[in-house]
């Protein structure tokens, strides 16, 4: 079974696995919660859209300066 998008494509976008699983919860969230805002019915899942999103590099992972 193959894993689309595949999990090197998506580390390459972002550094680790744990920050990969917050980044990608965190904008699945988002995309439901914008869609049930404006009434849209989500043809796939909000998780498989953000992973999509992560590995096109349209949603990078937000980091803190730490001073």
């Known amino acids: 079974m193959m894993l689309k998008p595949a999990m090197n494509e998506l580390l390459a976008q972002v550094p680790s696995r744990y920050m990969l699983v917050n980044v990608v919860a ?17 043809e796939d899942k909000p998780v498989t859209l953000a992973l999509q999103e992560v590995a096109e590099g349209k949603y990078a992972p937000q980091v803190a300066d730490e001073e």
């Open 26 to 42: 965190q904008r699945a969230r988002q995309i439901a919660s914008e869609a049930e805002e404006e009434g849209i019915s989500l």
